[in-house]
């Protein structure tokens, strides 16, 4: 939850940083304000939210490499997980996805989609695959399966269903959707931060037993 709204800040900021101003938002959609709609513009918005998700991947194949014999791989993979290499996958599949957007614009928006979904589905799997494996490596071979589908599809259906239905449909009824900090609905803040302090409580027990812990 924390990594995802950090995804969408990563979005929104960018927005502003190139216009000046907010757009409207909720938990899962974003739009640049009125004076940036012009897709030379918006384009650098769309591309910064991927580009942040890619950095947390590779930065955190990185640590987990470095360190497999170092407790702190379990946070580094706590955030490749946490960040959902494969919902960017599976949002290509679908035909959906920052990347496609992007790509549709670098072909000046082509009679077909078709090119644009499969060059998104390429450019996720290379920038997403590769990470993903890395920590699922990681995990026990008892029952690995098991344990590549808890990461991998659990946090993907949760935040479909917390944050996508729930606190979405919050948001259209009008409940919290006062613009607080940063161009976002106060009801979208105070999940952030909840989100954030229960990281804190629980992240302790990111890391497994030991003799030194």
């Known amino acids: 939850m924390v990594l995802g709204e950090l995804h969408e800040q990563a979005h929104i900021q960018t927005g502003y940083a ?3 101003c907010y757009g409207e938002r909720n938990m899962s959609v974003w739009t640049t304000c009125v004076s940036c709609l012009h897709p030379s513009y918006a384009i650098w918005a769309t591309v910064a939210g991927p580009l942040f998700s890619y950095f947390l991947y590779w930065a ?3 640590w987990i490499i470095r360190h497999r014999k170092d407790k702190s791989r379990f946070y580094a993979m706590a955030i490749l997980f946490a960040s959902l290499p ?3 996958i599976f949002t290509a599949v679908m035909g959906g996805g920052d990347e496609k957007i992007v790509i549709l614009h670098l072909l ?6 078709l090119p644009a979904k499969i060059l998104a589905v390429l450019v996720t799997l290379v920038f997403c695959l590769p990470p ?3 920590a699922i490596r990681q995990l026990p071979e008892k029952n690995k ?3 590549v589908a808890g990461f991998v599809i659990g946090p993907l259906l949760f935040g479909m269903i917390w944050q996508r239905f729930f606190l979405n449909s919050l948001l259209s009824k009008g409940l919290g959707t006062t613009q607080f900090l940063a161009g976002t609905p ?3 803040m105070i999940h952030f931060f909840a989100m954030l302090l229960l ?3 629980f992240g302790r027990y990111l890391s497994p037993p030991g003799k030194n812990n």
């Open 18 to 20: 190139i216009c000046g």
């Open 60 to 62: 955190a194949a990185y």
């Open 86 to 88: 494969f919902a960017r």
């Open 108 to 113: 000046e928006n082509p009679s077909s989609q």
């Open 132 to 134: 993903l494996m890395v």
């Open 145 to 147: 399966a098991v344990y």
């Open 186 to 188: 106060i009801l979208v």
């Open 199 to 201: 990281f804190f409580i």
